[in-house]
């Protein structure tokens, strides 16, 4: 069973840094996955914040955190990185990583991944 866990949540102020890790485990056949990170605000439904092609570089970002926030992977492709800049009030929010077999160049829904992690929190100070 694939099991995803994150890391380097935490509180920051406005304008400020996070580097979040998901890391793998379980994938005993070295499946190659597309990877993602989410979010979810309290009241607000979940939305993709930004993925990566399981075979090539190619990474989707929303909008609302391009230029800011970067997707990236180990060279093993364990773990996976979530790197945060600028951070911003609006993006406060449960971060959670996801694995799947397809990758679009479009914002994914949360049925297009497989699996996921439990989820850490980030939350940004005015």
């Known amino acids: 069973q694939v099991q995803l866990v994150e890391s380097g949540g935490g509180s920051v102020q406005a304008g400020g840094s996070l580097r979040l890790a998901c890391t793998i485990s379980?994938?005993?056949?070295?499946?190659?996955?597309?990877m993602g990170w989410f979010r979810q605000a309290p009241g607000k439904e979940r939305e993709m914040v930004a993925s990566?092609?399981?075979?090539?570089?190619?990474?989707y970002y929303d909008d609302s955190v391009k230029g800011r926030f970067n997707i990236s992977r180990d060279p093993t492709r364990n773990p996976f990185f979530l790197e945060m800049n600028s951070l911003k009030p609006e993006d406060t929010a449960m971060y959670y990583c996801?694995?799947?077999?397809?990758?679009?160049?479009?914002?994914?829904?949360?049925?297009?991944?497989?699996?996921w992690g439990q989820g850490t929190q980030v939350t940004v100070s005015s």
């Open positions: 990566i092609a399981p075979h090539t570089e190619h990474a």
């Open positions: 379980g994938n005993k056949y070295g499946t190659y996955y597309a």
């Open positions: 996801a694995v799947g077999r397809t990758w679009r160049p479009r914002t994914m829904l949360p049925g297009d991944f497989d699996y």
